[in-house]
């Protein structure tokens, strides 16, 4: 009778149960991945956002910049009204003049600037289209993980069930051997190989000397690796 087959028995259920443990690991890290990615998408939005109102606030402060200008010289042409000589009347248009020159300036600027509006416009629309479809494939990714996570998470708990009964038999029946399966467990992965026909260990791949390779010859008795201490059994 194969002594060791209870063993790898329970060590095909353990290395299920390992596998499961890691991907349930792995989904919370992916969702964060995820959400990362989106708060990426989101910045940009923010930052095309921020871009496209400083842009208007600029156009806005030139405006206002005229709009004084030109109440300046609305007041300096009533006061013309009163003006007497006519060397204060040349002074008072040539400074009109200039303060008109001042305001079409300003106005010019405001009217360069507020050719950029469309293209930062369209950076913002663009930027928004990339958020909702992003959001969308985010959701649904997450939603899926979530979904996968529940499912790992009960295939675990049938896994632990079984594992406990397997253990359980074993150790009525062969105590000895699932001590050492489960210390060796805690060290090395996977705990029981096979040792190949020449006389090598699978585990650690070093050559056993041949006391050890008529111990295994039947799986009669736990027979370790003399270099790496995991169970050695022979594939009949
Ligand atoms: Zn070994």
């Known amino acids: 009778m194969n002594v060791i087959q209870p063993l790898i028995d329970l060590q095909d259920t353990d290395g299920q149960i390992r ?6 690991r792995d989904i ?23 871009q496209l109102a400083a842009m208007q606030q600029r156009i806005k402060g030139e405006e206002a910049e005229a709009e004084q200008i030109r109440e300046k ?21 040539m400074q009109i003049e200039g303060l008109e020159r001042d305001a079409e300036a300003t106005e010019n600027r405001a009217l360069a600037l507020a050719e ?3 293209t930062l416009e369209k950076r913002v629309a663009e930027a928004q289209e990339k958020v909702d479809a992003d ?25 632990l069930k079984e594992r406990a009964e397997k253990a359980n038999a074993i150790s009525k029946s062969n105590p000895r051997f699932l001590l050492y399966y489960e210390r060796q467990r805690t060290k090395r992965w996977p705990v029981v190989v096979t040792l190949n026909h020449d006389g090598v260990c699978d585990g650690c791949h070093m050559k056993q000397p041949p006391f050890v390779e008529q111990l295994v010859q039947h799986n009669k008795d736990l027979v370790a690796c003399t270099m790496c201490g995991r169970i050695l059994y022979r594939d009949l």
């Open 19 to 24: 596998e499961l443990e890691r991907e349930a």
């Open 28 to 50: 919370p890290q992916r969702k964060a991945q995820e959400n990362a990615r989106l708060a990426g998408v989101n910045a940009s939005l923010e930052i095309a956002k921020n």
């Open 73 to 93: 010289v609305r007041g300096l042409k009533t006061a013309q009204l009163s003006i007497k000589s006519n060397k204060e009347m040349q002074q008072s248009i």
């Open 116 to 118: 950029e509006i469309p």
């Open 135 to 159: 959001k969308g494939v985010v959701d649904g990714y997450v939603a899926e993980l979530d979904a996968r996570l529940a499912e790992v998470k009960a295939e675990l708990d049938a896994l």
